[in-house]
């Protein structure tokens, strides 16, 4: 719809609030509001001011004034505000040139796509992106200079097999590891899960299936239909807001932490990309797992460049607890047709070309997707034009190797800071076509190390006091 439709048909549809909501550098969605009295289509021309010193990551004081510029192409019905609203995605620009914002998330991946079809190597490049998460019943944390804690809680969690539950416990609780995919009454979700997918489907966003994930404690996934690359980093933040709003609905809470219980599997974003010219799916080939040349040199890049990549992809001091062996966490930089142990896979449920695709098997939800993206395509793409074999496929299971076999295969990084130090030996990738700016993965940088890693590493843990309270 054009900006004069818009406008229109929102007065005709009684809608009293337009929300404009845009993404922070870390991925978190922003937004405000203006009733629709002053609403107009100059808007989706002239932008709406916001401070951008108060957006993290973003501009300081003395240059904070910054415009957002709202998507004619995103305007959805807010499904959770009281008053009838409409929603709008925007992207973010400078007030004096107008130009937009190089540490705006939403328009990296803009970028991205022009990149993309500027190598002529492709058109459009197709992301599916399934993230895992927690739905929990009660969570409580609290940090000061002289304590801290974290606790969670499910009625479905393996550690309330004894709790008293007023009149009776019920049992049926779903052990560690075993939640893949246990019938009610073990899995307690199904109808919440399926009004999540419900709400999403009136938003227009397709899913393909939802289930109860391996984990106990309502660990939980619900796929959504692949789509080009900004449209499926939309509708990623779109999946969020509304699993965590469904889920409070009901009293209950949702994290995209990828590792908030101990002892078992952590929550991951298992990531689909593709490449297609036209009508062609040009990963489809007679080469491994029935894929082209340039979908291995795509896998080739991927393995590369993937110890910068989880920086962007993994950017969290939490997510590296999730990469560990024995959660079925890909960790080893391999790939496979169908093996799930190996960071990058080629699914081999179809035969078809169209459904002919590589998996990156180590991200989480907890990154931006704006940014994550991109990065991912662009070191496949990087791995085309430069030819990088990605080696042997690795068709055994990475967790029955040998000692002396693992040593072979490299693996991600172990931390944060590790991936933050390879992002700045192996960050060339990411700034062809002007993608990522230097000001912008150098900012990522810093603001990881000084405000994540630092306050981290500052702080004891219940775990050091259990294990050298009486050195």
């Known amino acids: 719809m054009k900006p004069v439709?818009?406008?229109?048909?929102?007065?005709?549809?009684?809608?009293?609030?337009?929300?404009?909501?845009?993404?922070?550098?870390i991925g978190a969605w922003q937004h405000f509001s203006i009733p629709t009295s002053d609403f107009s289509e100059s808007v989706f021309e002239d932008?709406?001011?916001i401070d951008g010193s108060s957006m993290r990551g973003w501009k300081t004081i003395h240059e904070s004034d910054m415009i957002v510029i709202p998507d004619p192409l995103t305007v959805k019905r807010d499904p959770f505000c009281e008053a009838p609203t409409l929603s709008v995605t925007c992207n973010v620009a400078d007030p004096i040139t107008q130009l937009p914002y190089d540490r705006d998330p939403r328009g990296v991946a803009k970028k991205a796509e022009e990149y993309l079809k500027s190598t002529g190597l492709a058109d459009i490049a197709y992301i599916g992106a399934e993230a895992e998460f927690f739905i929990f019943d009660d969570v409580r944390y609290e940090q000061n200079e002289f304590s801290s804690f974290y606790q969670v809680d499910s009625n479905e969690a393996q550690w309330n097999t004894g709790r008293e539950e007023g009149y009776k416990n019920l049992g049926y609780k779903i052990r560690h590891k075993a939640g893949y995919f246990p019938v009610a009454p073990s899995d307690q979700g199904q109808d919440l899960r399926t009004e999540m997918v419900l709400e999403l489907e009136k938003l227009g966003i397709p899913v393909e299936c939802h289930h109860h994930e391996v984990g106990t404690a309502g660990q939980a996934e619900i796929d959504l239909r692949y789509d080009s690359l900004v449209n499926m980093a939309d509708k990623i933040m779109w999946y969020k807001y509304v699993i965590?709003?469904?889920?409070?609905?009901?009293?209950?809470?949702v994290t995209f932490m990828p590792k908030p219980i101990y002892g078992d599997n952590g929550s991951g974003m298992h990531t689909h990309l593709s490449l297609w010219k036209g009508d062609k799916a040009l990963f489809a080939g007679d080469q491994y797992a029935g894929l082209s040349q340039m979908g291995l040199y795509f896998i080739g890049g991927i393995l590369k460049h993937a110890p910068a990549l989880v920086a962007l992809t993994n950017p969290t001091t939490n997510s590296f607890k999730r990469l560990v062996p024995g959660y079925e966490a890909p960790i080893k930089l391999a790939y496979s047709s169908r093996n799930r142990s190996a960071a990058v896979r080629i699914p081999m449920y179809s035969s078809s070309p169209k459904a002919k695709r590589v998996e990156f098997r180590t991200p989480d939800p907890s990154c931006n997707p704006y940014l994550a993206f991109p990065a991912m395509m662009l070191a496949g793409l990087d791995g085309i034009q430069n030819k990088i074999d990605p080696g042997q496929p690795l068709d055994k299971n990475i967790y029955g190797l040998s000692p002396q076999e693992l040593a072979n295969i490299p693996s991600i990084p172990t931390s944060l800071e590790e991936s933050l130090e390879a992002l700045k030996?192996?960050?060339?990738?990411?700034?062809?076509?002007?993608?990522?700016?230097?000001?912008?993965l150098k900012t990522w940088i810093d603001y990881k190390m000084e405000c994540e890693i630092a306050e981290t590493r500052l702080r004891p843990t219940a775990t050091e006091f259990s294990l050298y309270y009486d050195v």
Not at 5 to 25: H, R, S, T
Not at 425 to 440: A, I, S
């Open 5 to 25: 439709d818009i406008v229109k048909k929102a007065k005709e549809d009684g809608i009293k609030i337009i929300d404009f909501k845009f993404v922070d550098l």
């Open 425 to 440: 030996k192996d960050r060339e990738f990411l700034l062809v076509g002007d993608v990522f700016t230097e000001d912008l």
């Open 244 to 253: 965590k709003n469904v889920a409070r609905r009901h009293g209950k809470t």
């Open 47 to 49: 932008g709406l001011g």
